[in-house]
Nanobody
C-alpha cells in the first residue's frame, strides 16, 4: 500500500508564496516520476510540474518563472515552491507518483495519487 500525503496548502494573498510538500510512504513500490497537478472548480485537472528521481523536470508554461519543483529522494518527498502567486493559481493541488522514468504530463502514467491540498490566492 502506497500513500502520498500532501501538506502546505492554505490561503495567501496575490504575490505571496507557499511551499507544498508530498511524502510517499509504504512498501514494495517503485516511484520514479513525481508530479503536482491542480484542478480548479469547473476545470480539468492539469499538470503543474513533474520531476524524476534523476532531477529531470517538466513544468506548465503558466508557472514557469514562478514555481519550482524539487525532490529529496532519501525522504521520498517532492516539493513545490510557489512564488508570485496569482488568483488563477487557486485550485486543489494533487501529488502523483509513477514508475515512468521521465517527468510525464500524462495522468495515466501516474499510479499513485494524494488526496489533495487546497491553495487559495486572494486578490
Amino acid at each position: 500500500q502506497v500513500q502520498l500525503v500532501e501538506s502546505g496548502g492554505g490561503l495567501v494573498q496575490a504575490g505571496g508564496s507557499l511551499r507544498l510538500s508530498c511524502a510517499a510512504s509504504g512498501s514494495g513500490f517503485a516511484i520514479n516520476a513525481m508530479g503536482w497537478y491542480r484542478q480548479a472548480p469547473g476545470k480539468q485537472r492539469e499538470l503543474v510540474a513533474a520531476i524524476t528521481s534523476g532531477g529531470a523536470t517538466n513544468r506548465a508554461d503558466s508557472v514557469k518563472g514562478r514555481f519550482t519543483i524539487s525532490r529529496d529522494n532519501a525522504k521520498n518527498t517532492v516539493y513545490l515552491q510557489m512564488n508570485s502567486l496569482k488568483p488563477e493559481d487557486t485550485a486543489v493541488y494533487y501529488c502523483a507518483g509513477g514508475s515512468v522514468n521521465w517527468p510525464s504530463s500524462r495522468q495515466p502514467d501516474y499510479d499513485y495519487w494524494g488526496q489533495g491540498t487546497q491553495v487559495t490566492v486572494s486578490s
